[in-house]
């Protein structure tokens, strides 16, 4: 995983509950991105940041809430409003430069039961 | 583009043969291009990069090519083995989806999926 690490790994959420996933890196880099990927489909973006303290909405950030206070870390809650939350959730980080591409973590998955 | 509830399109191959994954982007002024490897269950994994000066760049047992005229990239896998089956993404970053800053931000591909038969 190169130092990313997402838990927990499974996640169950009921029906009108909040969740949180983790995601903490020990790689010094800046940026850092929350992706969905819905089973035989491709990435979409969440949210992604570049900086402590900010942080931008991809195309579906509806029902998802992050926070960057730290350098390390970029968690992403998964909210109630969000109406169709089982999928599998890909952190990823990236160093400043454009030639460069990411580092995911092992991924999330989480299921409304 | 991203892809965006469409699913993937399927590739089956014999092992032994070789493997040819395309995808075509859009973005003029990409000028970076990774390809990611994804088992089942697990995050994605870098395989290989080009830059946008190059045309062929090769590594163990994949090269990629890159047409800029056409906006097309390719993975191509010699001698394909059972444990390359997984989802292949091509994925480009330019100036363009920098929104001035220095980091950029991937656009994917819609993804392949490779299966490889004993």
């Known amino acids: 995983d190169g130092g990313i690490t997402q838990s927990p790994k499974y996640l169950f959420r009921k029906e009108g509950q909040n969740v949180t996933l983790s995601c903490e890196q020990n790689l010094n880099h800046d940026a850092m991105y929350w992706y969905r990927q819905d089973p035989g489909q491709g990435l979409r973006l969440i949210y992604y940041s570049q900086i402590v303290n900010d942080f931008q909405k991809g195309d579906i950030a509806e029902g998802y809430s992050v926070s960057r206070e730290k350098k390390e870390s970029f968690p992403l809650t998964v909210t109630s409003a969000q109406k169709n939350p089982t999928a599998f959730y890909l952190c990823?980080?990236?160093?400043?430069?454009?030639?460069?591409?990411?580092?995911f973590g092992s991924g999330t998955r989480l299921t409304v039961v | 583009g991203e892809s965006v509830g469409l699913h993937l399109p399927t590739l089956s191959v014999q092992e032994g043969d070789n493997s040819i994954i395309n995808c075509a982007y859009s973005n003029s002024a990409s000028d970076y291009f990774i390809w990611y490897k994804q088992e089942s269950g697990k995050g994605p994994q870098f395989i290989i990069d080009i830059r946008s000066n190059m045309d062929k760049r090769q590594g163990q047992r994949v090269t990629v090519l890159l047409n800029k005229t056409v906006k097309h990239l390719s993975l191509q896998i010699a001698a394909t083995q059972p444990g390359d089956s997984a989802v292949y993404f091509c994925?480009?970053?330019?100036?363009?989806?920098?929104?001035?800053?220095?980091?950029?931000?991937?656009?994917f591909g819609q993804g392949t999926i490779l299966t490889v038969h004993p």
């Open positions: 990823a980080t990236k160093r400043r430069g454009l030639s460069y591409g990411y580092t």
């Open positions: 994925a480009e970053n330019g100036r363009a989806n920098a929104g001035g800053t220095s980091y950029g931000k991937l656009t």
